[in-house]
């Protein structure tokens, strides 16, 4: 089991920017890729950004560079940098782990922090 707890949501003016956090526990040594998902109201959950375990990263389109996520594997830590936010990034961002054990997925998810970025 890994437990997320995330932080850093809040309200920003639009070109402001926000670091969250995401503290994992439990069976850290077990999660294979950690990413940032995003749901808006009336919208899809999405995912923003992924760290897999070798360090590559993959990003959706509307935030490359703008967000930057990283991993401090010495405090079990994910965070994502948001730079020069936009009004469309309001959202509710949650935090997730993925584990791959015994040929099954495992999806772990923190209880989100809401990110609102006014015009």
């Known amino acids: 089991q890994v437990q997320l707890v995330e932080s850093g949501g809040g309200l920003v003016q639009a070109g402001g920017f926000l670091r969250l956090s995401c503290a994992a526990s439990g069976s850290t040594s077990r999660i294979d890729i950690n990413g940032w998902y995003r749901q808006a109201p009336g919208k899809q959950r999405e995912l923003v950004a992924e760290?897999?375990?070798?360090?590559?990263?993959n990003y959706i389109d509307s935030v490359k560079g703008r967000f930057t996520i990283s991993r401090d594997n010495a405090k079990n830590t994910v965070y994502l940098q948001m730079n020069s936010l936009k009004p469309e990034d309001t959202a509710v961002y949650y935090c997730n782990a993925k584990s791959y054990w015994g040929g099954v997925r495992y999806d772990y998810w923190g209880q989100g922090t809401q990110v609102t970025v006014s015009s």
């Open positions: 760290i897999i375990r070798g360090g590559t990263t």
